[in-house]
């Protein structure tokens, strides 16, 4: 259903009803981005993209009252958290009103197995609350001291800990959502075991997450190790290896870097690292870190750091993982960006093999371990030296048409084109019943404008956002 935006009146209304709203640009621009700019792709795509104002609701009954307004007003309505997600997930394509998530900050209950929370609730700090009381979280972005636990939900995939429990889809990882419907009377609706999967990971556009159980465990006291091999290859089969000995040495993150990724990139560590190296690093819980270094001597790899000390501050391991690698990679080199995928199906070294004779040092390979259905995979984020965006599109469709490699493109804005490569109905139907006027951060699912789309290769699409038809396809 298509509707014109009363912005002026909706403004009107929610002043009226007393919520906080912001209208000057400067902040609702700052507030319409995120780190989309990962990608050159989208940093040209959506530069100019802006909301026409935030609200800040500070309770559940507020963003109800939010909802009702702008569904009466026809007022496209994009939920935002601390904005660290990198495909324009949280940015509103359409404009209308922001809703920023940074006042619902609150632990509701903190249980044995159980941590209830606000969206707007920093994970940082819920990893802080756990600790306290003996626990920890399951699984976190490496963009933990700021990720808000909504984003991750909505915007997120994995993270930290997915060598013990996998990535979100995993149904161990979420125990409940909560969520309010865009309609002229808004419903709450708890979503719980395969019903999940109808809210999280989709960019917010079949409701607006307001409570989120997750589970928690015992927590482990961890250490950070960095292990240096001769080459890539044996780096990953060390890594693999080391995945799945779980039995002897226990984990929280192990991720591998061709060199020269370490010592160009991960400057604070470089005086712990040999530049020809690639290198493992891993989070393995302390007792265990005399057997990590065995296994590494029974493996022709030398421990290069165990959290010895050094000469300058260093980050948590963490921050050299997961998509803080590409960032760090970025500070150094500005022509850096990446992508995401799943290696060639069979043996992942001789994959690995086939992706550098193809392209070299174009992309450096950066590998995160993870679990999918209680096998430990290797899932790739190379860095890529970008030269031109039809090089990258290249780059992308030989890696699928001639090397079999599955890409999640994180140079694309909407679900579909991210990685479900076609429509999904169960999502699509989810969202008829909560936003049938189609105002949950639209521009985001294809589905709701063409549930019969089909992926072009070879074509980069912002499909249904208010751009030109220039603009719009590459």
Same mark, same amino acid.
Request: aromatic share 6%; net charge negative; glycine share 10%.
């Given at each position: 259903?298509?509707?014109?935006?009363?912005?002026?009146? @909706? $403004?009107?209304?929610?002043?009226?009803?007393?919520?906080? %709203?912001?209208?000057?640009?400067?902040?609702?621009? =700052?507030?319409?981005?995120?780190?989309?700019?990962?990608?050159? *792709?989208?940093?040209?795509?959506?530069?100019?993209?802006?909301?026409?104002? #935030? #609200?800040?609701?500070?309770?559940?009954?507020?963003?109800?009252?939010?909802?009702?307004? @702008?569904?009466?007003?026809?007022?496209?309505? +994009?939920?935002?958290?601390?904005?660290?997600?990198?495909?324009?997930?949280?940015?509103?394509?359409?404009?209308?009103?922001?809703?920023?998530?940074?006042?619902?900050?609150?632990?509701?209950?903190?249980?044995?197995?159980?941590?209830?929370?606000?969206?707007?609730?920093?994970?940082?700090?819920?990893?802080?609350? @756990?600790?306290?009381?003996?626990?920890?979280?399951?699984?976190?972005?490496?963009?933990?001291?700021?990720?808000?636990?909504?984003?991750?939900?909505?915007?997120?995939?994995?993270?930290?800990?997915?060598?013990?429990?996998?990535?979100?889809?995993?149904?161990?990882?979420?125990?409940?959502?909560?969520?309010?419907?865009?309609?002229?009377?808004?419903?709450?609706?708890?979503?719980?075991? $395969? &019903?999940?999967?109808?809210?999280?990971?989709?960019?917010?556009?079949?409701?607006? *997450?307001?409570?989120?159980?997750?589970?928690?465990?015992?927590?482990?006291?961890?250490?950070?190790?960095?292990?240096?091999?001769?080459?890539?290859?044996?780096?990953?089969?060390?890594?693999?290896?080391?995945?799945?000995?779980? &039995?002897?040495?226990?984990? =929280?993150? *192990?991720?591998?870097?061709?060199?020269?990724?370490?010592?160009?990139?991960?400057?604070?560590?470089?005086?712990?690292?040999?530049?020809?190296?690639?290198? #493992?690093?891993?989070?393995?819980?302390?007792?265990?870190?005399? $057997?990590?270094?065995?296994?590494? /001597?029974?493996?022709? /790899?030398? #421990? =290069?750091?165990?959290?010895?000390?050094?000469?300058?501050?260093?980050?948590? %391991?963490?921050?050299?993982?997961?998509?803080?690698?590409?960032?760090?990679?970025? $500070?150094?080199?500005?022509?850096? +960006?990446?992508?995401?995928?799943? %290696?060639?199906?069979?043996?992942?070294?001789?994959?690995?093999? /086939?992706?550098?004779?193809?392209?070299?040092?174009?992309?450096?390979?950066?590998?995160?371990?993870?679990?999918?259905?209680?096998?430990?995979?290797?899932?790739?984020?190379?860095?890529?030296?970008?030269?031109?965006?039809?090089?990258?599109?290249?780059?992308?469709?030989?890696?699928?048409?001639?090397?079999?490699?599955?890409?999640?493109?994180?140079?694309?804005?909407?679900?579909?084109?991210?990685?479900?490569?076609?429509?999904?109905?169960?999502?699509?139907?989810?969202?008829?019943? +909560?936003?049938?006027?189609?105002?949950?951060?639209?521009?985001?699912?294809?589905?709701?404008?063409?549930? &019969?789309?089909?992926?072009?290769?070879?074509?980069?699409?912002?499909?249904?956002?208010?751009?030109?038809?220039?603009?719009?396809?590459?």
């Amino acid at each position: 259903m298509s509707r014109t935006a009363d912005i002026t009146g @909706c $403004k009107a209304a929610l002043i009226t009803a007393r919520i906080d %709203l912001e209208d000057a640009a400067g902040p609702v621009e =700052r507030k319409s981005r995120d780190f989309y700019w990962y990608s050159p *792709i989208l940093k040209r795509q959506l530069a100019d993209v802006v909301g026409d104002f #935030v #609200v800040t609701p500070t309770t559940t009954a507020q963003i109800k009252t939010i909802l009702g307004i @702008c569904h009466a007003h026809g007022v496209p309505v +994009t939920v935002r958290g601390a904005g660290t997600g990198n495909y324009g997930q949280a940015m509103p394509l359409r404009g209308g009103c922001i809703l920023h998530t940074v006042a619902l900050d609150q632990i509701i209950s903190l249980t044995e197995g159980h941590l209830v929370a606000q969206p707007g609730a920093i994970m940082g700090e819920l990893e802080t609350a @756990c600790r306290a009381q003996g626990l920890e979280l399951r699984l976190f972005p490496s963009t933990v001291t700021t990720a808000t636990l909504g984003g991750f939900i909505a915007g997120g995939s994995s993270g930290v800990g997915a060598i013990r429990w996998g990535g979100l889809r995993n149904p161990a990882n979420i125990n409940s959502l909560t969520i309010l419907t865009m309609e002229a009377e808004p419903r709450e609706i708890l979503l719980t075991g $395969k &019903d999940i999967y109808k809210a999280a990971h989709a960019y917010g556009v079949n409701g607006v *997450i307001t409570r989120i159980d997750v589970p928690v465990d015992a927590a482990t006291d961890w250490a950070d190790a960095i292990i240096g091999l001769p080459t890539l290859g044996e780096a990953t089969r060390f890594a693999l290896d080391l995945g799945k000995a779980d &039995d002897l040495i226990l984990t =929280r993150m *192990i991720s591998v870097f061709e060199a020269p990724i370490p010592d160009r990139f991960f400057l604070r560590h470089r005086e712990h690292l040999t530049p020809s190296e690639s290198a #493992v690093a891993v989070l393995v819980k302390r007792e265990h870190l005399s $057997k990590l270094e065995a296994f590494a /001597a029974d493996n022709d /790899a030398v #421990v =290069r750091f165990n959290g010895q000390p050094s000469t300058r501050k260093l980050p948590p %391991l963490h921050e050299l993982g997961w998509n803080h690698t590409t960032l760090r990679a970025m $500070k150094v080199d500005s022509t850096i +960006t990446y992508l995401q995928m799943m %290696l060639p199906p069979g043996d992942p070294i001789a994959g690995l093999g /086939a992706v550098k004779a193809r392209f070299g040092d174009e992309l450096l390979i950066h590998l995160e371990l993870t679990r999918m259905l209680g096998k430990v995979t290797a899932v790739a984020m190379p860095l890529v030296t970008f030269t031109s965006e039809a090089r990258l599109e290249e780059v992308i469709t030989i890696l699928e048409g001639e090397l079999g490699a599955t890409n999640f493109n994180p140079h694309r804005v909407t679900l579909e084109e991210g990685g479900m490569k076609e429509p999904d109905a169960e999502q699509l139907a989810f969202k008829h019943l +909560t936003d049938p006027d189609g105002l949950l951060n639209p521009g985001k699912m294809i589905a709701w404008e063409d549930p &019969d789309w089909k992926p072009a290769a070879g074509r980069s699409y912002l499909f249904g956002a208010t751009l030109n038809e220039e603009e719009q396809v590459l």
